[in-house]
């Protein structure tokens, strides 16, 4: 790794950590000698990088410093592609165009040495694997959640019955085969799992749910706990 991608690399690391990190975790993820992460940070406070700490204690990086958020490295472009890939296989358009969009705005941003990283990254998912992503659209249940709204739904069960159900929307859960609308259901008071290819039709109401997004979440969470430390009945 060339010193100015590893100088860049020790911010990132130090943008994403919320404790100090130390010369030696430095180091390891770096693969080089502790000796190299003391000169390279003097390097970076040389340079007027906000950088607090010292060996043996670790080190932080001020909150408040910028820096041009663009500047990638070939291992986070082929992370962002590879990524693009498996939204791909989700089968929801909106999200599939939307990582689409991200790919075209990284192409045009990044320097002409990059983009081959983009055009023949060194890792890809199976061709067959990579799918066109138009089965479903989560762009209403995307807004219900982000906005805190009510939801109607039309839903068929599994034994084909059909029922209208007003949800708290929590959160979309994707797997490989499907895609779960997890919600606070009024009728059943109790958070259910709806399956995305069983919602029949779907109105985004203008009532409010009147609890926060994090206590909604909150609460879906501490549910789910509860679920899945129950016994469950022997095969």
């Known amino acids: 790794m060339r010193k100015a991608e590893r100088l860049f690399q020790i911010i990132q690391i130090l943008r994403r950590s919320s404790c100090p990190v130390t010369s030696a975790q430095l180091a390891d993820e770096l693969e080089v000698a502790r000796r190299t992460i003391y000169r390279d940070i003097a390097h970076l406070i040389g340079q007027r990088v906000p950088i607090a700490g010292e060996a043996g204690f670790g080190y932080v990086l001020d909150p408040r410093y910028d820096m041009p958020p663009l500047m990638l490295t070939p291992e986070e472009i082929e992370a962002v592609v590879l990524g693009a890939q498996m939204v791909a296989k989700l089968g929801d358009a909106a999200i599939t165009n939307a990582a689409r969009d991200v790919l075209a705005k990284i192409a045009s941003t990044i320097p002409s040495d990059l983009l081959p990283f983009m055009v023949e990254p060194a890792v890809s998912l199976k061709p067959s694997e990579v799918e066109d992503g138009s089965r479903f659209d989560s762009r209403p249940l995307r807004r219900a959640i982000r906005e805190g709204r009510k939801t109607r739904l039309d839903y068929r069960a599994a034994n084909g019955e059909v029922t209208r159900r007003i949800v708290w929307p929590v959160l979309l859960g994707y797997a490989d085969a ?18 995305t290819e069983r919602i029949l039709d779907l109105e ?10 994090a206590k ?11 679920e899945l430390s129950r016994p469950r009945p022997a095969p």
């Open 204 to 213: 985004v109401l203008e009532e409010p749910i009147g609890l926060s997004r």
């Open 216 to 226: 909604l979440r909150q609460q879906w969470r501490k549910w789910r706990e509860t």
């Open 178 to 195: 499907h895609c779960l609308l997890i919600a606070w259901c009024e009728a059943k008071q109790a958070f259910r799992h709806f399956r």
